[in-house]
């Protein structure tokens, strides 16, 4: 079976910008934004004979921005990556109150001082986990920011059972455990002027892989 030109191509590109390629990882057939269909088994035979014989799962060493803003781009994210923060939680409310636009993703490959609740330290090492802190300021997500971090655990629990047969469970609201360990911590901080005029919410999540 031949692989079509548009299905070699971003491996292709993935290997020449120098990403860790370690397996394949299968997704359901959909159309592309161009209105292309990826032909998920030309695609995964592509990678399993010239990439790696034994494939079983995609991973990339490296967080692209690029990607991430392109893949979110319906949805106004504009990310940054940091190789190196002391908290992205601290960087992106740094960034909103210097006027950054709700969306604006700050990610750190590693945190020597990421934030957890109570005043707590978020263990952060390099090439460890997903650390990541998004800025929201669109008025009605902040009408209901009682539910943020709640939307946020469940968004990440089902994040993760979409790529792994993990089960796993909310407790507190802030974290996610995976057979009775933490895997993942959650930090909403919010900035008001004045009493009770809320301006933002800075929306911290931290996923130990």
Same mark, same amino acid.
């Given at each position: 079976?031949?692989?079509?030109?548009?299905?070699?191509?971003?491996?292709?590109?993935?290997?020449?910008?120098?990403?860790?390629?370690?397996?394949?990882?299968?997704?359901?057939?959909? &159309?592309?934004?161009?209105?292309?269909?990826? +032909? %998920?088994?030309?695609?995964? %035979?592509?990678?399993?004979?010239?990439?790696? &014989?034994?494939?079983?799962?995609?991973?990339?060493?490296?967080?692209?921005?690029?990607?991430? +803003? #392109?893949?979110?781009?319906?949805? +106004?994210? #504009?990310?940054?990556?940091?190789?190196?923060?002391?908290?992205?939680?601290?960087?992106? /409310?740094?960034?909103?109150?210097?006027?950054?636009? #709700?969306?604006?993703?700050?990610?750190?490959?590693?945190?020597?001082?990421?934030? =957890?609740?109570?005043?707590?330290?978020?263990?952060? &090492?390099?090439?460890? =986990?997903?650390?990541?802190?998004?800025?929201? /300021?669109?008025?009605?997500?902040? /009408?209901?920011?009682?539910?943020?971090?709640?939307?946020?655990?469940?968004?990440?629990?089902?994040?993760?059972?979409?790529?792994?047969?993990?089960?796993?469970?909310?407790?507190?609201?802030?974290?996610?455990?995976?057979?009775?360990?933490?895997?993942?911590?959650?930090? #909403?901080?919010?900035?008001?002027?004045?009493?009770?005029?809320?301006?933002?919410?800075?929306?911290?999540?931290g996923i130990n892989l």
């Amino acid at each position: 079976m031949g692989t079509p030109e548009f299905a070699v191509a971003p491996l292709e590109k993935l290997v020449q910008g120098n990403y860790n390629i370690v397996g394949v990882v299968t997704v359901p057939d959909k &159309p592309s934004g161009r209105g292309l269909k990826l +032909n %998920q088994s030309a695609v995964k %035979q592509y990678a399993m004979e010239h990439l790696v &014989p034994k494939g079983v799962k995609l991973m990339l060493d490296k967080i692209s921005s690029e990607y991430i +803003n #392109s893949a979110l781009n319906e949805y +106004n994210v #504009s990310s940054t990556v940091y190789p190196l923060l002391e908290s992205t939680n601290k960087t992106a /409310k740094k960034q909103a109150l210097s006027g950054a636009e #709700s969306g604006t993703l700050i990610i750190a490959e590693q945190q020597t001082g990421g934030k =957890g609740r109570l005043g707590r330290t978020f263990y952060s &090492p390099d090439k460890s =986990g997903v650390y990541f802190s998004l800025v929201l /300021k669109d008025k009605c997500i902040l /009408k209901n920011s009682s539910l943020i971090t709640t939307a946020a655990a469940v968004a990440v629990c089902r994040a993760i059972e979409a790529f792994s047969d993990k089960s796993p469970k909310i407790k507190w609201v802030n974290d996610i455990f995976i057979d009775g360990k933490k895997v993942c911590g959650i930090l #909403s901080e919010a900035s008001f002027s004045g009493e009770e005029s809320l301006d933002f919410v800075v929306l911290g999540i931290g996923i130990n892989l």
